[in-house]
């Protein structure tokens, strides 16, 4: 009897232990305010895991098919890009962009430019691009390429056909490249000046790449362009204390430049640094640069390449603000310092109308300040730059066209989708290239822009409000008040 007494209590005992039971609400607290933030990562997935598991009969031998899940209400992607802007002074530019969801093919582009500023000076430039990714993983971009110019006296015909490819790492054998890129480009080139003609085509050819050994990287530039040929080379080291450090060597047939690089920075506050670099480089001047620049010009010899030794900067820079209540938004302060053998220059040519390229070494100081102000929908842009630059084989003369001061201030209200911008941009003491003093620059510009949709802006602007004398050469038409209109549109 005692037996079965103890039985039924026993199992009572459990009937009652199994019932739900209401506990009170539990809070847990601590005095640390020092959150780690854990970083998570999806690994992938092996079925390795499936022999090492003690469960693998419930684990599925292979992960089910991910079906696609649109989400109601997203905006698509745009896939096409069209830019037209119409100017008063007889401009016209438009281009046309096209980036297909496909494997193969990253994007498509037409792009022209029309001008006819005054009577018989008329220039069209037309260009098609395309970007391809192949299936070796390499990167393929195709440039077509057509200006055709008439001036005073001037025709001008150019046209060029040039292949990029680039590939981020190639191995071979026991051998690493990294940022391997090639170009070949084939150029032709016909103007006539008054009396003068020249006709020109050439075959050009670049080769960008960095081996990769052990203990530094060596890159190596070799252009071939339009006759003339160009090597650059640099060695770069990991050495305590700098980001980059490495030797340069330049040679372009006639010098031979030693130069060191460099990259230090120095993390100074908050989302702000203190850096100071010299990046030697080496800059080839297609023909096409300076038809791009000045439409209007005769490029009487072969275009030569620029070498760079010295390309120094002391830089000072904060533009994230601490607080979305600083009325300082950012500021940088700079001073570049650069030596440039065989850099493009203008003079006049046999055409009182008609300018021509020439070379010559040019150092240039310049000190920039550059200040972001604002809040809510107000912004205000100051910039302000202090320009010394100087024609070396000419007892140190100043270069023309480069204006000693520039201040630039820019105004902008947005209200969506209205924006509306004011801008002034001033420069003074600056020489022609006759070493003239010529009149100080005063452009006023004011804009107003209307947001269409989210990937769509038409806008309004009237530059040069003052019809202030803004000129790329004293013979070249000047750029006077002019109203323009245009629209972006992304769809």
Same mark, same amino acid.
């Given at each position: 009897m005692k037996k079965l007494i103890l039985f039924l209590l026993l199992c009572v005992a459990a009937i009652l232990s199994a019932q739900i039971q209401v506990l009170p609400d539990i809070e847990v607290s601590g005095e640390s305010r020092v959150k780690? &933030?854990? /970083?998570?990562?999806?690994?992938? +997935?092996?079925?390795?895991? !499936? #022999?090492?598991?003690? !469960?693998?009969?419930?684990?599925?031998?292979? !992960?089910?098919?991910?079906?696609s899940v649109s989400v109601? @209400?997203?905006?698509?992607?745009?896939?096409? +890009? *069209?830019?037209?802007?119409?100017?008063?002074?007889l401009k016209l530019d438009a281009e046309y962009k096209y980036s297909p969801d496909h494997e193969s093919i990253?994007?498509?582009? #037409?792009?022209?430019?029309? +001008?006819?500023?005054?009577?018989?000076?008329?220039?069209?430039? &037309?260009? @098609?691009? @395309?970007? &391809?990714?192949? *299936?070796s993983d390499e990167d393929v971009a195709l440039d077509l390429i057509f200006f055709n110019t008439e001036g005073k006296n001037m025709n001008s015909e150019y046209s060029a056909a040039e292949l990029y490819t680039f590939k981020d790492r190639f191995s071979f054998k026991h051998f690493d490249l990294k940022q391997v890129s090639h170009a070949i480009a084939i150029d032709l080139l016909d103007q006539r000046n008054k009396a003068l003609e020249r006709e020109h085509s050439s075959v050009n050819f670049t080769h960008r790449s960095i081996l990769d050994f052990k203990d530094f990287d060596w890159g190596n530039r070799i252009h071939f362009h339009a006759g003339r040929s160009s090597w650059h080379s640099f060695a770069e080291f990991d050495v305590p204390a700098f980001d980059k450090a490495s030797m340069h060597l330049m040679y372009d047939g006639h010098h031979f430049i030693p130069a060191p690089g460099f990259n230090w920075r120095y993390i100074t506050d908050y989302d702000q640094q203190f850096s100071i670099v010299n990046a030697p480089a080496v800059q080839i001047n297609p023909y096409a640069n300076s038809l791009r620049d000045y439409r209007w010009v005769y490029l009487p010899a072969k275009?030569?390449?620029?070498l760079i030794p010295l390309n120094f900067c002391?830089?000072?820079?904060? &533009?994230?603000p601490v607080s979305k209540e600083s009325f300082l938004r950012g500021f940088a302060i700079a001073n570049d310092s650069q /030596?440039?053998?065989?850099?493009v220059l203008m003079t006049d040519s046999n055409n009182p109308f008609i300018p021509k390229t020439y070379y010559d070494d040019v150092f240039t100081n310049t000190s920039t300040i550059q200040a972001s102000f604002g809040h809510g929908r107000v912004s205000f842009d100051q910039d302000l730059a202090l320009s010394l630059a100087y024609l070396a084989n000419q007892d140190w003369h100043r270069k023309p066209y480069n204006p000693i001061l520039q201040t630039t201030s820019s105004f902008c209200y947005n209200t969506y989708? /209205?924006?509306?911008k004011a801008s002034l941009d001033q420069q003074y003491f600056m020489v022609d290239h006759m070493n003239q003093d010529m009149k100080e620059v005063f452009d006023l510009s004011f804009e107003g822009a209307y947001e269409l949709e989210r990937f769509s802006k038409v806008y309004l602007r009237c530059a040069n409000v003052l019809n202030s004398n803004i000129r790329q050469f004293n013979s070249l038409p000047r750029q006077g008040v002019s109203i323009q209109a245009g629209i972006y549109h992304r769809f």
């Open positions: 780690i &933030f854990l /970083y998570k990562k999806a690994l992938p +997935y092996s079925k390795d895991s !499936l #022999l090492r598991d003690s !469960l693998r009969l419930y684990l599925p031998e292979s !992960l089910p098919v991910r079906s109601p @209400g997203a905006d698509p992607v745009p896939h096409q +890009y *069209i830019f037209a802007e119409a100017n008063s002074r990253s994007s498509l582009a #037409l792009a022209m430019s029309l +001008y006819a500023p005054k009577g018989n000076f008329i220039s069209n430039h &037309f260009r @098609g691009s @395309g970007n &391809f990714h192949m *299936i275009p030569k390449h620029t002391i830089r000072l820079e904060d &533009f994230l /030596y440039r053998i065989n850099d989708p /209205y924006t509306f």
